[in-house]
C-alpha cells in the first residue's frame, strides 16, 4: 500500500484532483490520511464497477465528488450525486453501483479500542 498524501502527526493540505480520470477499469483508490481512528479515502470508480455487499466496523462518511452512484444501505437504494454527503454507522451493510464515472471520498473514523 503506498503512503498517504497526508502526514497523520502533522498539519497539511492537498490538492484533490478531481480531473484525474477515473480508471479504464475497476476501482482505484488513494489514501489522503491515515491516523489512529481515521481514515480518509479517494476511490475513482470506473463506469458500471460495483462494489458487492458488504460491512465495516468503522462510522462511515461518503461524499460524491464526481458522477453519480446508487448506493445501497441495509437493502434500501439511494442516487447519490456530487456534493451529496452519506452517513453509514458502524456495521451497516451497503454496497456500490457506478453506472457512470465516480469519485467518492470516504472518510472512516473508528473509536479507541477500550
Known amino acids: 500500500m503506498s503512503a498517504a498524501v497526508l502526514p497523520g502527526d502533522a498539519a497539511g493540505v492537498a490538492a484533490l484532483s ?3 480520470a477515473a480508471p479504464e477499469h475497476g ?3 488513494q489514501a489522503l490520511l491515515t491516523a489512529p481512528g481515521l ?5 475513482r470508480f470506473a463506469s458500471g464497477q460495483e462494489l458487492s455487499e458488504h460491512t465495516s ?3 462511515v462518511l461518503v461524499q460524491v465528488m464526481a458522477g453519480t452512484c446508487e448506493f445501497s444501505v441495509a437493502g434500501q437504494v439511494h442516487l447519490l450525486r456530487p456534493g451529496e454527503l452519506m452517513h453509514l ?3 451497516a451493510p451497503h454496497a456500490v453501483r457506478a453506472p457512470e464515472d465516480l469519485t467518492l471520498l470516504v472518510v472512516q473514523a473508528t473509536p479507541p479500542a477500550k
Request: glycine share 0%; no cysteine.
Open 18 to 20: 478531481l480531473a484525474a
Open 57 to 59: 466496523p468503522a462510522r
Open 27 to 29: 476501482i482505484a483508490s
Open 89 to 91: 454507522p458502524p456495521h
Open 39 to 43: 481514515r480518509a479515502t479517494l476511490f
